[in-house]
Nanobody
């Protein structure tokens, strides 16, 4: 059972930055394709970005391009989400997820999920 733990969320002013981290319990982390999603109150969970096992392939949702950057460090079993120029509408719970079968934007394709970290952007 893979356990994922997100961290780095918090309260930030509009225009600020945060870097989220997601650390996996498995030493086979480099075998997993990783993704970041978010869910705002009253809204469906939405895809942000995904990254391949060694980071060679990265995919972003069109609406997330330019302000969000996904990366990973397999030596630390960690995937990151750098968020810049944050806006109040970025307020949401942010989740990382892992899957074996390939890079994907579809939440239903992911096998394991973290419990989420809250990001609140004040205006």
């Amino acid at each position: 059972q893979v356990q994922l733990a997100e961290s780095g969320g918090g309260l930030v002013q509009a225009g600020g930055s945060l870097r989220l981290s997601c650390t996996a319990s498995e030493r086979t982390f480099s075998s997993w394709f990783m993704g970041w999603f978010r869910q705002a109150p009253g809204k469906e969970r939405e895809f942000i970005a995904a990254i391949s096992r060694r980071g060679a392939s990265i995919y972003y949702a069109d609406s997330m391009k330019g302000r969000f950057t996904i990366s990973r460090d397999n030596n630390k079993n960690t995937v990151y989400l750098q968020m810049d120029s944050l806006k109040p509408e970025d307020t949401a719970a942010y989740y990382c997820a892992a899957r074996v079968g390939g890079i994907s934007q579809h939440q239903g394709h992911y096998d394991y999920w973290g419990q989420g970290t809250q990001v609140t952007v004040s205006s």
